[in-house]
């Protein structure tokens, strides 16, 4: 069955709302006993990281059924899915740098954090780029799997320097919220840019 590619036509209203309560949520969002305010682009910076992440980890497993089954139009679905999933992570590492520069005066580059992070973006993209000039199906979807490889060997990385080892379970209730419906409102824009997207690509 062919999609009405009207169904996916930009409803901006929805955009607007989303990014209105992602305003709203900031603003009145509790600060944090030792970041104080500095804590609010973190709250953006995690929201934004863990969707990248999230949906890294769908272009992996679309990639998965690509490699096992070469078929082209779930390959093209993971190369909307990857492409949607590159822009939330380098905006929730582009938060950070904001974040590290607000709350330590600077950016902490030997921070295994963010050298992870760098790890990651640096793959993604030459992944990406990758599975753009390869012509067999399943070795796109091969490639699209390799930036969830790196987040996996990245959770083995050493102890933080200045990063908190787990700054949201280990925080107080109000900001264990905060993060919680800040991420489902990143989801949300996640889901309304491929649902734009989507539309795009059914026009072609």
Known sequence: MQLNPRLFRARWWLLAVIV??????LVFSPS????GTGI???YLH???TWTGMLLLTGTA????????SGNLMVSDRQRLLYQSALVFYLVGFLVSMYASWLNWGGIPWQEPKIQSAINVIVAASGAWYLREFIKPVRLKG?????PFMFISMSRSSPRMVLHPDNPVNSSPLGIRTTFLVMFVLAISLAVWFLWVRLGKELEK
Request: hydrophobic letters at 70%; aromatic letters at 10%; glycine letters at 6%.
């Open 61 to 68: 497993l679309l990639g998965l059924v690509v490699l096992f």
């Open 20 to 25: 209105f309560l992602q305003l709203i949520v």
């Open 32 to 35: 944090e006993k030792t970041l």
């Open 46 to 48: 995690v929201s934004f």
């Open 40 to 42: 609010k682009p973190v």
């Open 142 to 146: 091969l490639a699209g799997m390799i």
